[in-house]
């Protein structure tokens, strides 16, 4: 297929095989969420994250999402800038979290705006998720999603849910809101989770740590490059990484093709990953 790129096939096979070989009940998917197992296009429009889905709908009002606006404006330059160092933006990105997890709740942030938000229309599942997710169900594989959205956690299941998909072998690992009895965000729990520090998440430190501990093959799947720093804490044997390059190809080829061991262009379905997962396990 045209929009495959693999850089070093017999790596790729070598894995595959030793994944294989050691078995269903050693594998477990990690993965990012929005733009990886989310379409990054709807209708011919760029889809944004949920965090912003909210912002630009106007859910709690046009004083909050010109102020996220603004917030954007600031710290995404930042973010994007190769010339400044790894530490700074970690720094920054912590920042803006914790101002903006703020202006959410002095904005009043409550889980029916995040109900509202995932039931838009605005965000949609990549193509072929359904075969995905019960192939993953039907062979009891975990799936970890480990995500930096801003409407966190309470989000990410509560799409799932509306999806009919939220099974008992998917983990979420995200932000989390504190909430009062009225449902109401009244704060936010550590650890922050930032696009720059997916790295300093550990799993080991969450319930379900037990259900993958095990499951030494993981199958990795981002949308950037730093997605690849999920890993990053795991004790894993043999590691399989998959990315989304969903925009400006030629500009990320490169550094896409050191992170990730195949490359997915142009905003494609799952069916490459499902057929993947038939072969090895």
Known sequence: MNNIIIPNPERVETIKKKIKHGGDDRIHILSDFDRTLTRFCLNGEKVFSLISILAKGNFLGREYSQQAQALFDKYHPIETDPTIPLVKKKAKMREWWLIHFQLLIKSGLTK?????????GRIKLRDNFDHFINFLKGKKIPLLILSSSGLGKEAIETFFKEESSFFDNIYVISNNYLWDEEERAIGIKEPIIHTMNKEAIAAKDFPFF????????VIL?????TDVDMITGFDYDNLLKIGFLNEREEEQMEIFQKSYDIILIGDPSLEYVNRLLEEIV
């Open 112 to 120: 029916k705006e995040i109900r509202k938000v995932v039931q838009s």
């Open 210 to 217: 037990g259900k993958i501990r095990e499951r030494e093959n």
């Open 221 to 225: 799947m981002g949308d950037s490059p």
